[in-house]
């Protein structure tokens, strides 16, 4: 299952952008959601863009570097751009395609550069596990419900962070922190609560 670069990978992104596109117009439920560091392919960028002129909602969560602008009255109108800066390092990648009601989602190491589809191994796979594949949306909702220290690009390439008026202040990154805390105590619980097995020796 997995997607392997430089063989295989570009055209499986490009596959799965052109079907949203194909969903789209067939009246089908759409929509790509992206979180990468960096958006610079051309061909990536046009398929976006034919994407969102056939009415695909795309919402990229691009860290750093994005040549794709969003808000281009019939080219981008459907795309945002948010970026995410905070203390921690924004690292992941992780790619949501609608399918039709049937959502699928990838994680993985690959940004949406020519160097990474084209000229690097990388590898992204595929989120098959009905639990995991739900903590991963929860993962990309709370990204896009960021009030803190995410920013939009406008339709000029400036950036802006969320008017925080009639909002409640969100910061993705303190809530995975809470999560993460959550999930380690309740390891610990578990540990604890352990019953010990002492471990013989074959000799013995």
């Not at 992204?124 to 990309?140: M, N, S, Y």
């Not at 809530?175 to 540990?191: M, V």
Request: proline share 4%; with cysteine.
């Amino acid at each position: 299952h997995f997607i392997v670069a430089p063989h295989g990978m570009r055209s499986f992104f490009e596959y799965m952008i052109r079907q949203e596109t194909e969903n789209a117009k067939k009246g089908l439920p759409s929509g790509i959601t992206v979180k990468v560091n960096s958006l610079v392919d051309p061909k990536i960028i046009e398929l976006l863009y034919e994407a969102s002129k056939a009415g695909v909602r795309v919402q990229l969560i691009v860290r750093g570097i994005c040549c794709l602008i969003p808000g281009i009255e019939g080219v981008s109108e459907n795309i945002t751009v948010m970026s995410i800066v905070g203390q921690l390092l924004e690292h992941s990648r992780i790619f949501r395609f609608e399918n039709a009601g049937n959502p699928r989602i990838y994680m993985g190491s690959a940004d949406w550069m020519p160097r990474n589809l084209d000229r690097r191994v990388e590898l992204v796979f595929p989120i098959e596990d009905e639990t995991q594949k739900a903590r991963a949306f929860g993962i990309l909702d709370t990204m896009l419900s960021d009030t803190t220290n995410a920013r939009f690009m406008q339709s000029d390439t400036s950036y802006e962070h969320v008017d925080l008026r009639g909002k409640k202040k969100i910061s993705s990154q303190l809530t995975f922190y809470h999560e993460a805390q959550a999930r380690l105590k309740e390891l610990q619980s578990i540990e604890k609560d352990s019953v010990l097995i002492p471990i013989h020796s074959a000799e013995e």
